[in-house]
């Protein structure tokens, strides 16, 4: 191979390095949110807030109208905004939560939510995860719903994170609770 060969390879997977790091948005690590947040504050109240989303979901999927899908909840928070002053947190997060059920080896996504949304926790020793959450708001629907963020997070283009939030790890956990093999199918419900 040539070495202008090489130097054409190299600058294209520049490029394509360059486009993935763009892609992913200033100040984001693509799994867990935005790289500047604190992340052992994080790592102490993500259990306590995912742990509300679910228990939020419930009730409200199909799936769990029909028994035999064995149908539940996964939810998933990343912070985009995290605070703490004098024992209050104040989690400005994207969330998405899915709910999964199974048939025939298969995962089956029956129904789902995404958005922003502010979580205010206070440290409490006797709450599960030491954090009890004391108050959460979400956007409006329709009008309204951009001036909310506008207002409510520092990085907008990072808290209405549309369709992009992956769903990757949740459905991972999901074939692992069911049992499934991690190739098993995703179908709709």
Not at 175 to 179: E, S, V
């Given at each position: 191979m040539t070495v202008g060969r090489w130097g054409t390879g190299l600058a294209a997977t520049g490029v394509l390095v360059a486009t993935g790091v763009?892609?992913?948005g200033p100040g984001t690590d693509g799994a867990?949110?935005?790289a500047d947040v604190d992340a052992h504050l994080w790592s102490e109240v993500r259990p306590v807030i995912e742990a509300r989303l679910v228990a939020e979901?419930?009730?409200?999927?199909?799936?769990?109208?029909?028994?035999?899908?064995?149908?539940?909840?996964?939810?998933?928070?990343?912070?985009?905004d995290l605070e703490e002053h004098g024992g209050q947190v104040?989690?400005?997060?994207?969330?998405?939560?899915l709910e999964y059920g199974v048939r025939a080896g298969a995962l089956l996504e029956c129904g789902g939510?995404?958005?922003p949304q502010v979580l205010r926790l206070r440290r409490d020793k006797g709450a599960a995860g030491g954090y009890r959450v004391v108050s959460a708001q979400r956007p409006p629907d329709g009008a309204g719903y951009g001036q909310w963020v506008d207002a409510h997070f520092a990085h907008q283009a990072d808290a209405d994170t549309g369709d992009s939030m992956p769903s990757?790890?949740?459905r991972a956990a999901d074939?692992?609770?069911?049992?499934l093999p991690a190739d098993a199918p995703v179908r709709g419900c």
């Open positions: 763009w892609a992913m867990h949110g935005r979901s419930r009730g409200g999927g199909y799936g769990e109208a029909v028994p035999g899908l064995r149908a539940r909840w996964f939810c998933r928070a990343q912070a985009q104040r989690a400005g997060v994207s969330t998405l939560c939510a995404q958005g990757g790890a949740l074939r692992d609770h069911f049992g």
